[in-house]
């Protein structure tokens, strides 16, 4: 009356998938979080290093601020700055992305979260 039984019965299968689903669940909307920061953090990296260079630019041509030549500036150096396709437009000293325009840039003038404040 002994049987050898080499398989799986159906509730260790049902448990076993349902355990990868649940895993799955957790994982998934964690990589998506990971990367939107990462494309964000990227955007904002690619946007000082064209700011920093378009000043220079400016500096070393002894030109005023024009849309246009930004514009020139950009299509001459840069193939993709905001990986999402984000429009990129120079106001007012600052490179900005239609789509990461909300995050701040963290300038300095800002006082650190949970220190003393600057004086």
């Known amino acids: 009356m002994d049987r050898k ?3 799986f019965i159906l509730v260790e299968l049902i448990v076993v998938i349902a355990i990868l689903g649940i895993i799955v669940a957790v994982a998934v909307p ?3 979080r990971l990367k939107s920061k990462a494309e964000e953090s990227v955007c904002a990296t690619n946007r000082k290093i064209v700011e920093r ?3 220079d630019f400016l500096v ?3 030109i005023d601020y ?3 030549i930004f514009n020139q500036f950009l299509m001459d150096n840069f193939d993709e700055i905001c990986p999402v396709d984000g429009e990129i437009r120079y106001e007012d000293g600052k490179v900005k992305c239609s789509v990461h325009e909300v995050e701040s840039d963290g300038d300095e003038e800002e006082s650190p979260r949970d ?5």
């Not at 220190?115 to 004086?119: F, I, N």
């Open 60 to 62: 070393e041509n002894d």
């Open 30 to 32: 964690r990589l998506t």
């Open 53 to 55: 260079m378009y000043s």
């Open 115 to 119: 220190e003393v404040p600057w004086l």
């Open 66 to 68: 024009v849309d246009s």
């Open 5 to 7: 039984y080499d398989g």
